[in-house]
């Protein structure tokens, strides 16, 4: 290894704890807008049970004996909790930026090691979390997730700190059976499900909690979750994006076994990862059919979609780890 080689390295890890403080610095701004928005929504439930409702005006168009007939109606102003507070705005802004110095790491790593940065389990990790923080962010241009900041951006953070602390290895050359554009296909639309396996969890979570609240009679604790959509609209959003996370894992697992038929002369060998990424198939297609076809809705399929995340951690963690098999070299 060279000096650049070295240096490029050693650059790339100052980035990567670099951006680790940025994420902090985010996690805290998604916090404390949480808790503004439970202040918010309890001022607001105070404030309404003591004064009497603000009434407005607009005007209805009503069909009376074939006349259209147009009135004014007095409506009540229901205060919005949806509306994000200087807290939210930061927290994008100091995602946002840690996911560029993120990118940067990501990038000179690449450069030192002159392929693609995911050739081992520290790459692995740098870029996948990478892209969980750019699917989330990229999501927001379809739906306001923006609620998510405090799981995504904590996630984040753990994984990187894993990363770094357990798995950091040397620029090495990689091994003979990794040399293949299969390596760019493959492991890289992995990366791309498992952010969206990642964002689906998060919902999940949010789609549990809500269906907690709604359920209690006293709605004293949790107030930040009368900002969030309620639990059935969090059950869609949750199916939606682990539907794109299945497309994408379901490519995954075709493309590895054409890959391992070019490495190894046999589509399917049964080895541990092998068998793993193939697990997580069957529970996220289980999750989709019993969902659509059996009324699996709520709380049953939010838990099923954990239990498929929880399969995606294990198989990136204890299966990479503990596990000896043909992918152990790589840690893939």
């Given amino acids: ?6 240096n490029l390295a050693t650059y790339s890890v100052v980035l990567t704890y670099s ?11 998604f916090a404390l807008d949480m808790a503004k928005r439970a202040g918010n929504v309890a001022a607001a439930s105070d404030a ?9 005006e607009r005007t209805v168009a009503t069909v009376q004996g074939g006349t259209v ?3 004014k109606v007095a409506t009540t102003d229901a205060p919005s909790g949806r509306r994000g507070t ?7 802004a100091m995602t946002i930026l840690a996911l560029v110095l993120h990118v940067a790491s990501v990038v000179l790593r690449g450069i030192a090691a002159d392929r693609v940065p995911w050739g081992n389990m520290f790459e692995f990790s740098l870029t996948g979390t990478a892209l969980i923080v750019l699917i989330f962010l990229l999501v927001q241009f379809w739906q306001n997730l923006k609620f998510l900041g405090v799981f ?5 953070i ?17 091994q003979p059976a990794l040399q293949s554009y299969w390596l760019v296909i493959h492991v890289f639309v992995a990366i791309a499900g498992t952010g969206f396996f990642a964002l689906g969890a998060g919902l999940a979570v949010a789609q549990l909690v809500q269906t907690y609240r709604q359920g209690r009679t006293a709605s004293g604790k949790l107030r930040f979750m009368e900002t969030l ?26 493309a590895g076994a054409i890959w391992a038929e070019r490495a190894w002369g046999r589509y399917w060998g049964w080895d541990t990862k092998e068998v793993w990424t193939f697990i997580i198939w069957v529970v996220y297609a289980g999750y989709i059919h019993a969902r659509a076809t059996r009324g699996w809705r709520g709380a049953r399929s939010s838990w099923l979609a954990l239990i498929g995340f929880a399969a995606v951690m294990f198989n990136f963690s204890v299966v990479n780890v503990f596990f000896k098999g043909l992918h152990s070299y790589s840690g893939l």
């Fill in 69 to 71: 007939v147009l009135e």
């Fill in 86 to 92: 200087k807290f939210e705005r930061v927290g994008m």
């Fill in 158 to 174: 753990i994984l990187l700190g894993i990363a770094t602390v357990n798995y950091w290895v040397p620029v090495v050359p990689l």
């Fill in 19 to 29: 951006a680790m403080a940025v994420y902090v610095i985010a996690f805290i701004a």
């Fill in 1 to 6: 290894m060279n000096d650049m080689t070295t």
């Fill in 229 to 254: 959509p309620d639990a059935d609209r969090l059950e869609v959003l949750t199916y939606r994006v682990l539907l794109v996370g299945f497309v994408l894992w379901t490519f995954t697992l075709i």
């Fill in 152 to 156: 995504i951006t904590g996630l984040t």
């Fill in 48 to 56: 309404s049970s003591s004064a009497p409702a603000v009434q407005a």
